[in-house]
């Protein structure tokens, strides 16, 4: 084919593009006389993004630590465009689930090795010192994580473990959300009192967070799996990545996150061992306290007993 031909036959291709949503191409073309090239800042916004961090203090190893969990929201949001991929795919097949799979826990094991850049790249003097103009501001509060579990898993087991006996996937929303395992960093629940962390958490993302519950109860990543044929749920391959998944979130990256927060919070000696939210952060995020697990019929009797005390193939 000689170049008029291919120029021929693409906007042969430009035009019936636009006949399909009722625009004139003649229009179309025409705008792109007067359309800047694009350029790596403009598409990146560069500038923009680079904009972003404003600091509380004076100290420098602030802007450490607020870039990096700008990084950890951007990699959140890479994952929940993943897990979208599978939830809204029709007739999913083996490969792309398990694909999509893999990339998502790529994500995490990227989170997981980078939580040197937190342990090992900040004074811990300094640190004392910006956290407490941080409060009660808390890594508690990430929305998309707690979004990424949501559309991970039946709200059941993301419930905490002392009242899972008591609910199934017939309890309302409501009431499966005042008891997720989470809620427990918030709150007294001999009082029923909520801490101003959770009432502030709660107040900008509840709705959010409910619309997010309903609309995974049938497509998140469990759902997807067992409604498959029953040879495919028996596929060596994805069980893998489903339990790859599993363990690298609620075992792998949590348990770097706490060690991490220990270092800064107990080891140092310097502060009093709370959080910035003031939360009960051990319990809270120590996989042997809750049991956070996202697929536990993928995993054997021993296995789910040990979780989170001994290293899980």
């Known amino acids: 084919m000689n170049p008029t031909d291919n120029s021929e036959a693409i906007l042969k291709e430009i035009d019936l593009k636009f006949q399909a949503i009722n625009q004139k191409t003649d229009v179309q073309l025409e705008g792109l006389l007067w359309a800047k090239p694009i350029t790596y800042w403009d598409y990146i916004q560069t500038d ?15 802007m450490v630590f607020i870039m990096y969990h700008q990084v950890n929201e951007l990699i959140f949001k890479m994952i929940l465009w993943e897990i979208d991929q599978i939830a809204e795919k029709e007739n999913i097949q083996v490969d792309f689930f398990s ?4 990339r998502i826990t790529r994500y995490f094991d990227m989170l997981t090795n980078s939580f040197s850049i937190m342990e090992n790249g900040m004074e811990v003097d300094q640190y004392m010192k910006f956290r407490n103009t941080l409060t009660p501001a808390s890594g508690f509060q990430s929305a998309q994580y707690r979004m990424i579990e949501f559309a991970s898993t039946d709200v059941i087991n993301l419930t905490d473990r002392r ?8 309890t309302d929303l409501e009431t499966s959300f005042e008891h ?34 309903s609309t995974f109860k049938t497509k998140n990543i469990w759902q997807k799996f067992s409604q498959l044929p029953e040879k495919d749920q028996q596929n060596s391959e994805l069980i893998t990545a489903m339990r790859h998944y599993d363990k690298t979130v609620n075992i792998t990256w949590v348990m770097q996150h706490l060690n991490t927060a220990r270092k800064y919070i107990l080891e140092s000696g310097k502060g009093n061992g709370e959080a910035t939210g003031g939360s009960d952060w051990q319990k809270y995020m120590h996989p042997k306290y809750q049991k956070r697990i996202f697929f536990p019929k993928l995993w054997t009797e021993e296995e789910l007993s040990n979780w989170g005390e001994e290293n899980i193939a």
């Open 48 to 62: 923009a993004l680079l904009n972003l961090q404003i600091q509380r203090t004076t100290l420098p190893d602030e």
């Open 99 to 102: 694909e999509r799979l893999s």
């Open 163 to 170: 009242y899972k006996a008591n609910f199934d996937e017939n």
């Open 180 to 213: 997720l395992y989470w809620q427990a960093a918030g709150k007294d629940y001999h009082t029923g009192e909520k801490s101003y962390l959770l009432q502030e958490f709660e107040n900008k993302y509840k709705v959010q967070f409910l619309r997010q519950m």
